[in-house]
């Protein structure tokens, strides 16, 4: 049986009036979204795709960018089409558009959601400017695997932060009002259990219990269709055994009947005919099954437009169910306002003055520190002075183009501020800065160009190894204190780049020693798209400071909290292994029945552990350091029962002990201790980033309801139990400073 | 509702009469099973047990042995409690008794069904000469992690092969006819799905879909059902989300309703207890919950002793459940003719011609030597000449006490055979064989206390590394040939024993270097319990053989084959992988919508692969080699459709083709191309271990049925779905040799 659309809004009549005009090819077309291809400023109305167009076979174009570009194409659309519905644009604007925020990973680390939220406001801001209406974002996938190059996409491994996150995303992109000209769909992807996949190789496939689903990785998904998405994006996995792109539960049982979603549902890049390789039948079967499931909007794959007519002729799909997919693409438009003026985004004038501007690169370089997460800094290596010698180091230390990180298609990324451009700038002329590349970025030139593409290069040395490291062990030598920028590049995460060592490539490893070697302080400024595996470095390394990709910024956001003028305040929001065994490892897992008894790590017979391994992270989930340090004290609980209609409130004192002004990022969780079904040890349930100044003290106060203590018991019901919990605050998941309360 | 008991047998009015007379205390007392503690002969009358067995508070006992012992101690049972009802005798009786077998992972790769059912025949014969009637075997956890210590306990990844061995193991220990003085009863163990625990870390979360267990996890336990195992063991773990041992879905709903299962559900060791730290509740709670679910008798817990007459007051229980366990306990009893003789298992003259016979140990060495895997053979340098020097260096090269391997608690272990010990015999007087130790099994003093527990030491020698491993070199300079015994302790695998690392410990890497620096060709005999990351060793030693843990025959097993009096020809059940960051790592995965093209290993952008490691791993399943090659040709099929209720024939002409006799194990594999589910890329449907004389053929004929390619679909029925086929043969699951047909 099919859904009915139940359009709240006036425009239904307009929309069945459409569809009553609508031939089958121009309903197909409205499903079918290609790629821009080559189209080129003058030259749309000769392209493929502009003939496509005209013939009605297209509902939306996706990779074009300009609003001069997209006017022409739009006017082909709406002039030369014979019914003149206006097309969507959709892009993958992740991080930013022009002006480009940390990678994904590294904003969600700011804890943030104000700043967070804001830059998916810039974003859309940006690319509406540019004529781009739908951007294929947020990217929500809960992820316990680093080896997934899309970690890097995502917003880590935690359920409560991951929806706050989506939901602040979608009201970034989205607004309170779609028909302005700023504007543009947000498109929840990818639904879903992607970052879920096995052996962190991407596409593989994934498979999970429905508990697990619901409590563990479906939230973010939800918190977006709650927040108000207006489109979702089918994920490559399949869920259950059938590919979500075809799978009618996913798509229809739970995104539209239980959550309520009545947006529309795009396949990723060619998911429908990738349901052939899946084993799911010819091109035919998989459009067939993937309309039936509930996708709307066939990305790249023609699966529809090529054969859904045969598969209606044949009585494998109904004229309801395509009417159905039409009526929500139409919708989309008309919410954008598209029908009362197509060419909305059109403005040419707009671009010039809001793309790229002083105002948003300024944003971005404080939104690139204050996504920067201070891992170790012995003896208060950091801050930098802004005097004496300082030499910068590592293969990424001067260079632009991988300083925005990967996935970010808009940014110009030749532009964006190389780390040694902003580390002289910064200093001006207080300090002297020295530089040496020391090495490539990898011994494996193969692996290396695999790891650069995308016009991501670090062209690789002319010298030897050995010269490259000489010239840095010579500038170092001359130096009071030793930067090293090392790490990954942009593209050794990100789609397609799953990765079964998680560690700095040798070549660098081998500069930091060399550094290391001289005896001068050294302070290891990270590159990463994903946690890796830093024992080694955190043992031998004064100063890690984990920079991510910051943004268009990059320089100055990283001399920013080099040199102190922002004191570092972002908090992990994956787990950092100590080695790829322990895979997948995260905070919010379960009890087993036979846990360690020690916290020292000492192996214990019979007990959950390793012969060869601690079976705690090398850095939890939530950590992260400060320049300044901060003091908990005086917990206190109101009460010490919460009834379900109640509420409880838990304060705790945080004062900021050290020498400089701080942010801390004040975490509470709690624990279910008893459960019709197992419980995870440790849930994140509240956080709070508070501005402290030296020597203060702030009290932060959460508030408890039952709401908060909800979950998906066996039944799938989500439920509060009664019982016994514990509530914890602190600085990191790690903490145990806990309280006591029971549910009535 | 409680099911009720359906007794087939006479005995079910005299059960009744006997359940009629019971207090409840005594029927909880039949529920419950200690562990034997500290009794010695002569003792048992004054032990803490013996006052519960008066009392009436014990309905079996485990880790106690032989017949003169369990004898005074049934006699308690029966003379001295108020009903005389006679008590189970349990114990780990895994791979062999005294005299024992390789671990099972070794066993299984011997592919050779008769052989194992012999094994479990060899093992109750003795078992029960020494008055144990009830062993805790098979363990049939399908696994895909090589971290996870018990993969050694367990059959290895492939749900047909280890639906093949569990069937065999259960018919070996029980025979046909359980009232026999020498069959015992078996326990199909770890219902279920412990094999999939999160990250190989022992006793961890275990989570999966539906589909996935019932297609990949749980045939073996359903094949040793019907091959009639009278009880079956509860696992660890939760299955979505409740432990099994309280789960009724489990241990009723699927064992009991679905499978027919009318045996009886013992839980792991304090499996009841520890689900109040899974936070399922407190002791009274979770007792009610394993009863409440299917559980009968409650291993060392004692929260059915100690907790249920309070439930049942509180009417947490009922009285009908109680019975029902108590029912299914004395109905097992009945059934090995307890009853009517509670003393047949205690004849204190059988042990002695029984037990540990010439004849036995004989099967043991065959056993061993058929259970090696010949993984790599450059240059023919295996078989060894028995002429010239032998050199046989290593940790494991003249120790007694690792060889029987892990879980072999009944085995004299300072009796087995070592490496050097048996190659001396076997080399008789025509080669010189010279031994150096050369390393400890580790540099690290620590890891290597915990590798080596419960007397499975191998004591560390007083000689600096560097005297160990020149004295290693003087010697192989003088040989002509080296032999490295080398990899992991017994205890480095089997419970409680997860590594991260999977690979030889650095100090015998070391050892093996400076073997191959010598020039001498080397033969590395690996030990282990467990796939290693072996690709070091692939590309720098001519020739290694896999040995596994060989068993209580070892070094004659092992030089059996070196010698080539047997040609090895065991296949491995569980994949290799090339790096710890590839797993899990199987055969028989589900292909991605974006396979890979190459199988080259090149790296293909958004394709499903890695940027820094291949996707294949080292050896595949089904992978192992022979002194002599086999050539695969005439590939035939019967017929291109195979009609519902139909065969066909596939045959495949084998040819010896190298110098010597062979066994070769050859393998069928189906792929079901279209689904309603995705499907894996490859299945194991048949298998022959066959002799072929160097220079002959055999031409090997399997025939396929629906029956055969019937999966769980989406609804957890079981169907073959109608469609194209294909077929494969070969000699490991690497293989392309393929036809196609039509199911119809």
């Given amino acids: 049986p099919v859904a009915t659309l139940s359009f709240q809004s006036p425009f239904e009549k307009q929309i069945d009036s459409i569809l009553s005009l609508m031939t089958l090819e121009e309903k197909l077309g409205q499903l079918n979204l290609p790629s821009s291809g080559d189209i080129t400023t003058g030259q749309a109305k000769s392209s493929n795709v502009a003939k496509m167009i005209e013939e009605g076979k297209v509902g939306g174009l996706f990779n074009i960018k300009t609003a001069e570009k997209i006017q022409e194409v739009q006017k082909i659309a709406v002039e030369k089409s014979r019914l003149g519905i206006p097309l969507l644009f959709g892009m993958d604007v992740i991080h930013g558009y022009k002006t480009t ?60 932060l991951g929806s706050q996150i989506a939901a602040a995303m979608v009201k970034g992109y989205q607004g309170d009002d779609l028909t302005l000209e700023n504007t543009i769909l947000s498109c929840v992807k990818h639904f879903a259990l992607y970052g879920a996949i096995e052996a962190g190789r991407d596409y593989n496939t994934v498979d999970m219990s429905r508990i697990r689903m619901f409590n563990e990785y479906f939230p973010p998904y939800k918190a977006a269709v709650d ?23 996913l798509l229809t049982d739970l995104l539209r009947d239980k959550w ?18 899946h084993g799911m039948g010819d091109l035919q079967t998989v459009s067939a099954l993937a309309l039936k499931a509930g996708v709307d909007m066939d990305m ?19 004229i309801d169910e395509i009417d159905l997919a039409v009526k929500r693409i139409l919708q989309a438009k008309y919410e954008l306002g598209l029908f009362k003026d197509p060419y909305k985004y059109c403005n040419v004038e707009r671009a010039a003055t809001e793309v790229y501007t002083q105002e948003n690169r300024d944003f971005a370089r404080k939104v690139g520190a204050e996504s920067t997460v201070l891992l170790k800094n012995a003896g208060q290596v950091l801050p930098l002075k802004k005097e004496g010698t300082i030499a910068l180091v590592g293969p990424l230390a001067d260079n632009a183009v991988n300083m925005a990180g990967t996935w970010s298609v808009s940014t110009d990324q030749e532009k964006s501020i190389p780390f040694l451009e902003g580390l002289k700038e910064v200093a001006g002329d207080k300090a002297e800065i020295m530089y040496a590349r020391g090495s490539n970025l990898s011994y494996d030139k193969e692996f290396e160009t695999n ?15 050995k010269e490259m490291l000489d010239e840095a062990i010579t500038v170092a030598k001359k130096a009071d204190v030793i930067v090293a920028a090392i790490g990954e590049s942009a593209e050794m995460s990100g789609e397609s780049s799953s990765r079964t060592h998680i560690r700095i490539p040798q070549a660098q ?5 060399a550094m290391l070697a001289t005896g001068k302080p050294v302070v290891l400024v990270l590159f990463t798209g994903r946690p890796l595996v830093l024992v080694e470095e955190e043992a031998k390394v004064p100063a890690i400071l984990n ?10 956001s990283i001399a920013d909290v080099l040199f102190g003028d922002v004191n570092p305040s972002g908090k992990l929001t994956a787990t950092f292994p100590r080695t790829e065994g322990q895979i997948p490892l995260f905070y919010n897992h379960k009890n087993t029945g036979r846990p360690l008894s020690n916290k020292e790590g000492n192996f214990e017979k019979f007990r959950s552990n390793y012969l060869d391994e601690r079976i705690e992270p090398l850095y939890p989930f939530g950590y992260g350091l400060s320049y300044t340090t901060f003091e908990y004290s005086n917990f206190q609980i109101s009460n010490t029962t919460l009834p379900m209609n109640g509420s409880i409130t838990v304060s705790v004192d945080v004062k900021n002990t050290g020498d400089y002004d701080g942010k801390e990022v004040v975490q509470l969780y709690t624990r279910d201790l008893v459960g019709t079904v197992t419980r995870p040890v440790k849930e994140l349930k509240g956080f709070q980033k508070v501005m402290i100044k030296k020597g203060t003290t702030k009290t932060v106060t959460f508030t408890l309801t039952a709401e908060d203590l909800k979950f998906y018991n066996y039944n799938l019901d989500f439920v509060a139990e009664p019982g016994e919990f514990e509530v914890f605050v602190g600085t990191n998941s790690d903490t145990e400073m806990k309280k006591s309360f029971t549910l009535k």
């Avoid at 790891?451 to 190894?465: E, H, Q, S």
């Avoid at 490893?509 to 020693?513: F, G, K, P, R």
Wanted: glycine fraction near 12%.
């Fill in 101 to 160: 925020f940390p990678i994904p990973l590294g904003l969600s680390s700011s804890w943030d959601m104000e700043m967070i939220q804001q830059t998916a406001r810039v974003a859309a801001q940006e690319a509406s400017a540019d004529g781009i209406n739908w951007t294929f974002s947020p990217m929500v996938d809960i992820s316990r695997d680093p080896r997934w190059g899309r970690v890097s996409e995502g917003n880590g491994e935690d359920p409560y």
């Fill in 227 to 249: 927040a108000g998405t207006r489109s979702a994006m089918a994920s490559f996995n399949e869920v259950d055994g059938i590919p979500a792109t075809g799978n009618r539960w």
């Fill in 260 to 277: 309520g979603f009545d947006g529309f549902v795009v396949t990723d890049y060619t998911g429908i005919p990738e349901m052939i390789a």
């Fill in 300 to 318: 790249v794959g023609e699966g529809f437009l090529g054969t859904l007519e045969k598969s209606l002729e044949e009585g494998k799909v109904s």
């Fill in 451 to 465: 790891a650069t593409m995308f016009g991501k290069t670090i062209p690789r040395d002319g010298r030897t190894d």
């Fill in 509 to 513: 490893e081998d500069l930091l020693d």
């Fill in 547 to 556: 920079v991510w990709f910051p943004g268009s910024e990059a320089g100055l």
